[in-house]
Nanobody
């Protein structure tokens, strides 16, 4: 059974940093893509960034240069380092994963605040809250 466990959320003042972690277990292959999404109440689900199986990354425009996705294969953990946080970054953050061979499939995932639709990750963690105060 595939499991993703996210942690590291919390409250921080604007300009501060947080590092989220997502520990993955149960995959039969290391050839997988990872993603971080976020959703605040009343807002659309946003794809924060992706880490592809080849190690390349992509980020949404508003977090480029501030957020970094990395991984520790020995710990089966993917990180989202978030710097220069601002109140607009306040949301519940979700990690997601899927096998690279299934790239291109589309799913919908129910979150605490609604849906993440047309996403290409089947497996999701439980979410961790990030709150940034001004």
């Amino acid at each position: 059974e595939v499991q993703l466990v996210a942690s590291g959320g919390g409250s921080v003042q604007a300009g501060g940093s947080l590092r989220l972690s997502c520990t993955v277990s149960g995959f039969t292959s290391d050839d997988r893509d990872m993603g971080w999404y976020r959703q605040a109440p009343g807002n659309e689900c946003e794809l924060v960034g992706k880490l592809y199986s080849d190690g390349s990354t992509t980020y949404m425009a508003s977090v480029k240069g501030r957020f970094t996705i990395s991984q520790d294969n020995a710990k089966n953990t993917v990180y989202l380092q978030m710097n220069s946080l601002n109140p607009e970054d306040t949301a519940k953050y979700y990690c997601a994963a899927d096998l690279a061979r299934d790239r291109g499939n589309e799913y919908s995932h129910r979150t605490m605040s609604g849906w993440c639709k047309n996403v290409d990750f089947y497996y999701w963690g439980q979410g961790t809250q990030v709150t940034v105060s001004s």
